[in-house]
């Protein structure tokens, strides 16, 4: 178990720019979500997939967001034209569970810090 | 929709000090409530998870207890040590609403030598 992986753990980008950020989640676990949180904050639901189904999303979640999970393992979070509002840490988590048992631990990685200039 | 609330925001103690900290929530149909650890520029640890069933769970010197009906939890600390200073965050998922779990903006604490 080497934890939940979030790659890269920083970036900077200018206003306008296309950013995508990786999450790597333990690798038995089939359900994974992402968080934002801004300082001060406690994280905000994004969007949730079970398997390679993204089964909720956020209303924070504008159409310049997407989240896809392809084969059920790693996923991928898009900004496109990034705004200055977008500056958060973005959180990935991970679990397992099946059916309606929502009763095991969600395991965070350790974010990707995003700074819009 | 679910408010949740911690306080205090911030605490600093002695180290060996016993602390509680406090969550409340407005919405009590909920699944389960979490506290967690964040560590500063971290990502969250879970530290326990009670059921909505469950009245308390504990972990080592950490004590989580839950009243559904009132929309309180607390989480006590024994034997406070410099090692626990970090932001404690108790988040709760609801019964009949999404996948989502809804966080409190969390107790700065500080144990102090």
């Known amino acids: 178990d080497t934890g939940v992986s979030q790659d890269p753990r920083h970036k900077i980008t200018k206003r306008g720019q296309n950013v995508t950020f990786r999450c790597d989640p333990i690798?038995?676990?089939?359900?994974l979500y992402w968080y934002r949180q801004t300082l001060g904050q406690g994280p905000e639901f994004l969007t949730y997939?079970?398997?390679?189904?993204?089964?909720?999303k956020s209303r924070l979640l504008s159409d310049r967001f997407s989240a896809e999970r392809p084969k059920g393992s790693f996923s991928t979070l898009e900004i496109q034209r990034t705004e200055q509002g977008d500056s958060a840490m973005y959180l990935c988590a991970s679990s397992f569970g099946w059916g309606t048992d929502y009763n095991s631990p969600l395991h965070f990685g350790n974010g990707t810090r995003l700074t819009v200039t | 929709k679910q408010e949740v609330t911690q306080i205090p925001a911030a605490l600093s103690v002695p180290e060996g000090e016993n602390l509680v900290l406090n969550c409340s929530f407005t919405?009590?149909?909920?699944?389960?409530l979490q506290w967690f650890r964040q560590d500063p520029g971290k990502g969250l640890t879970s530290l326990l998870l009670?059921?909505?069933?469950?009245r308390e769970q504990t972990s080592g010197r950490l004590n989580a207890s839950l009243d559904k009906s009132s929309g309180r939890s607390t989480l006590y600390i024994a034997a406070s040590q410099p090692g626990d200073s970090a932001t404690y965050l108790c988040a709760v998922k609801n019964l009949n609403s999404g996948y989502a779990l809804n966080f409190g903006k969390g107790t700065s604490l500080l144990v102090t030598p």
């Open positions: 690798s038995e676990h089939n359900r």
């Open positions: 009670i059921q909505s069933s469950q």
């Open positions: 919405d009590s149909a909920i699944y389960n």
């Open positions: 997939f079970q398997n390679e189904a993204q089964l909720e």
